[in-house]
């Protein structure tokens, strides 16, 4: 339960770095950035950004400030349910996505050579990071 | 894998969330347990065990080769 709250302790200072970075972002694009262009992209990417990270760095200061919210919280993170959810969503995920990307690319090749390329690529790549992480687990355990 | 998880609880009479507190597990957790649609970890096994003072063994009853 300590190594928890020290690893909520850890998140809140991140959270804060995230919060800080963003609104800094979001005020020097309000400031200085022109209208039009990719300035609406970047304004939407910060205002979220900096929404995720005040609403995750409240959560973590309650849970600090409350110890059955931190239990509750550790609970939540902790659960070995909710972690083999995960997994076998994350499995099927990626063979979901590899067959669709498969299927993409094929239909594809008939109509653009661009796509299929770009399609391609990022089939591949995520070939790569999977072999890449499965290689690096199959080394820890 | 069966459990007499819920049978021992009612007979102790413990509720869900008092039994998924003490094994630092969500509600949820223990009512796939129940159901038989989630299969324990050997250390949460081993937790819910010692909860009821009994022995994995007792506690689960493996039906022949069914994740094997």
């Known amino acids: 339960m300590e190594d928890f709250r020290r690893k909520v302790k850890n998140n809140t200072i991140i959270y804060t770095m995230f919060a800080v970075i963003s609104i800094v972002g979001l005020v020097c694009l309000v400031v200085l950035g022109k209208d039009g262009g990719d300035a609406p992209t970047y304004g939407g990417f910060f205002g979220a950004m900096a929404a995720v990270s005040v609403i995750k760095l409240v959560s973590s200061i309650r849970a600090l400030h409350d110890e059955s919210i931190l239990k509750k919280l550790y609970i939540a993170s902790t659960d070995e349910r909710n972690d083999q959810i995960i997994k076998a969503a994350s499995k099927t995920s990626f063979t979901i996505i590899t067959l669709g990307l498969s299927t993409a690319i094929i239909a594809a090749s008939f109509f653009s050579d661009i796509v299929c390329c770009t399609l391609s690529v990022c089939l591949f790549f995520i070939i790569v990071v999977y072999f890449s992480v499965t290689a690096y687990y199959n080394r820890k355990m | ?68």
């Open chain 2, 1 to 68: 894998m069966k459990n007499k998880i819920q049978e021992l609880r009612k007979s102790r009479k413990v509720t869900q969330q008092e039994l998924a507190d003490a094994l630092s597990v969500t509600r949820q957790t223990i009512i796939s347990l129940e159901n038989g649609k989630y299969n324990a970890s050997l250390t949460l096994a081993h937790k819910a065990a010692q909860f009821f003072g009994i022995t994995i063994e007792e506690l689960f009853i493996f039906e022949g080769e069914e994740n094997l």
